[in-house]
Structures are given as C-alpha cells and as structure tokens.
C-alpha cells in the first residue's frame, strides 16, 4: 500500500496571497472565526484539537499529527490513515514543527490550496503556545542546579499520587538533605556552598533511574520522586545515594568539601487511593523520617513505616 505525502513548507502569506483570501468572502469568515477560536487557549493539545475540528469543517480529514524535535514534542489527534499531506511551519525565521493531515482518500490540489490556507490561521497562535509552554518550564527550573524547583515539585507529585492511585502501583519518594550545611557556607562561604549542592544534586542524578524525579525542594533540601517503587526499593535507592555523597570529595577553593546527607522516606502502598493519601500527607510522612534521621545522628536514611 502506497502513500501519498505532499511535503511543503508554509510560511506566512504575502499581501498577494493575502488578496486571494479577500476574494472569498466565506473563506475569508472562516478563517477569521478560525482566527479567534485558536487564540482562546495556550495549551498546544488544546489548539490542536480545535485546529482539527475547524479544518474538519472545510476539508474532510481523519487527524493532524504535529511534532516538534528541538522540543521533543509528538501529539497524534484523531486517527491515522493511509494518506498524507506534510507542512513544515515557519513564522518568519522561526520553525514551529511539522504537520500531517490524515485521512483515507488522496488529498486534491484544490483541498490542499484551502489546507494551506488554514494554517496561516494557527502560525501564531501555535507561536504563542510554544513561548508559553517555555515561559512555564523556565519558570520551574532551578536557577543554580538546573533540576525542578519546588513549584514544580507540588505538580507533579500531586498527579503521580493520583496515577498511582488510578494504577494500583507503589509510588515512593525521598526527601534528603546537606547535614550542617549552615558550618559549610560559614566556613567556606556562599559560592562554595553553591558547587556544593550542585554536587550533591549530581551525585543523586548519577544514582537515580530515568524515570526518577528530582527537585530542589529549598535551600540544601531535595525531594525524589520514584514510580512504580516499593518501600525498599526506595529505602535502598536512599542509600546508595547517601553513601555515594559520603564518599564524595568536592573540590573547594582551598580544600575539599566533606559532606552527608539525612534521607526520609515514605511509600504510597499499591491499591491505596489519592483519597485515603494525598500528596501533601505522603510529603509529610517523608519529612518526619527525615526528621527522624537527623535527631538519630545524621548520616542515615529513616524510612516512614
């Protein structure tokens, strides 16, 4: 089975085209309330969505797909077919990704003229959505290590309670932080105590799976987020990283930083629901072992039985 691919590239139209749009006055008020539709939301599935449903409008198609490689982006909406028909988006000097239109049947030169069209109407809009889903990344950074901040931290494991809720799996995290760090920054002072926690938060990335999250919850303390993670597994996680910091000789200005860590942690049980233990409640149970650990000598991961 054959397949049919157009692969153009669409870039805003100049006043020429722009004059072609004008002669159609039904065209033209379509693409005016695409226009408007498409700038009431900057959530990129979202616009997708309503992208599709209006060009379903003027052009029969069974999905858009739209990727994004610098951006590691992929969204299929709808259903693949057999057929296709390939844009790559530039607005100006800048790439947006790459759309397909799918469906069964050949697409004609007359649908792909109103295709083209159409997407003049989501350039921007697609624009605006990309700038914001950078502004809400950045905004989740943290400046010094590069690893999620706390606000970050409050998302994410409010949905990992609720998938591991909904999928009746382990969910576990660790809250782990610098013993005397206050004695680090006083004796070496603030920059160093800065490399510090730097390599403290890339021993833990050394130790951690992909699929671990890591976040700098505040100051000296971080918080690790483990999926589908029993107690124990957890528990020995927390170790090796404590042990592997211990071990650690961070090059100071004049000599090296010794450091440890203090570890709590807490298991969100399989088949427990989000009701009976929230996110807030789960943080907690960690926070106290960590508590624990440092009452009991620093140095030792407590786990939240």
């Known amino acids: 089975m054959s397949t049919y691919a157009d692969k153009v590239s669409i870039t805003m139209p100049d006043p020429a085209a722009a004059g072609l749009l004008r ?56 259903s693949r077919s057999r ?93 782990f932080d610098i013993d005397h760090f206050k004695s680090i920054n006083d004796r070496f002072g603030h920059s160093q105590g800065d490399k510090a926690i730097k390599a403290v938060v890339h021993c833990a990335q050394q130790c951690a799976r992909s699929t671990d999250m890591l976040f700098r919850y505040g100051g000296e303390e971080f918080v690790m987020v483990l999926r589908n993670t029993t107690q124990n597994g957890a528990r020995l996680l927390a170790d090796r990283i404590r042990r592997k910091i211990e071990k650690l000789e961070c090059q100071g200005a004049r000599k090296p930083i010794a450091m440890t860590v203090s570890a709590g942690v807490a298991t969100m049980e399989p088949g427990v629901s989000a009701q009976k233990m929230s996110a807030q409640k789960l943080f907690e149970r960690a926070d106290g072992a960590l508590y624990t650990a440092k009452n009991s000598g620093r140095n030792r991961v407590c786990v939240d039985e």
């Open 83 to 175: 057929h296709s028909c390939t844009y790559n988006l530039r607005l100006s000097d800048i790439g947006l990704g790459a759309l397909l239109f799918r469906r069964r049947n050949k697409f004609t030169e007359a649908e792909t003229i109103i295709l083209e069209k159409l997407m003049c109407c989501l350039l921007y809009p697609l624009r605006n959505a990309l700038l914001y889903r950078d502004a809400l990344a950045l905004a989740q950074k943290d400046a010094l290590t590069g690893i999620c901040n706390r606000a970050a931290f409050d998302d994410s494991l409010h949905n990992e309670v609720n998938l591991a809720g909904r999928h009746r799996t382990p969910l576990s995290i660790i809250v």
């Open 23 to 78: 002669r159609s006055d039904e065209l033209s008020d379509r693409l005016l309330y695409m226009t408007q539709t498409l700038q009431t939301t900057l959530d990129i599935p979202a616009l997708l969505e309503i992208f599709r449903l209006q060009c379903a409008d003027n052009v029969p198609i069974d999905g858009i797909e739209y990727s994004n490689e610098s951006l590691n982006l992929q969204y299929l909406i709808g």
